[in-house]
Nanobody, 121 residues
Framework: VQLQASGGGLVQAGGSLRLSCVAS????????VAWFRQAPGKEREGALC????????YFTDSAKGRFTISRDNAKNIVHLEMNMLTPEDTGVYYC???????????????WGQGTQVTVSS
């Protein structure tokens, strides 16, 4: 049972990135999947979540209107599309999955290893 996050990188302010969270050993269809991020020197915070019924919950207002989460059931992947990035979006991004299927800030049973996103000004 594993989650693997990928897609991070260096981007200029105003740019876009798409992160991916691939699951192995379990079916993401029935899970709530969330993206968290941790900026340098700060605590990890929730960004947004997709429930098993494909309802999006935003944990932070800064993600609204810029971040979109989607599910590709055929590939067992959840994507995070991030647009209009700012230096404040810099951090390590983690995906997490929970079998209860609905979105809350905690707990999550499975966590990915994190992928670094750096936004330059």
């Amino acid at each position: 049972v594993q989650l693997q996050a990928s897609g991070g990188g260096l981007v200029q302010a105003g740019g876009s990135l798409r992160l991916s969270c691939v699951a192995s050993g379990f079916d993401l269809d029935y899970y709530a999947v969330a993206w968290f991020r941790q900026a340098p020197g700060k605590e990890r915070e929730g960004a947004l979540c997709l429930s098993s019924s494909d309802y999006t919950t935003y944990f932070t207002d800064s993600a609204k209107g810029r971040f979109t989460i989607s599910r590709d059931n055929a590939k067992n992947i959840v994507h995070l599309e991030m647009n209009m990035l700012t230096p404040e979006d810099t951090g390590v991004y983690y995906c997490a999955a929970d079998p209860r299927g609905w979105c809350e800030l905690s707990p999550y049973d499975h966590w990915g290893q994190g992928t670094q996103v750096t936004v330059s000004s």
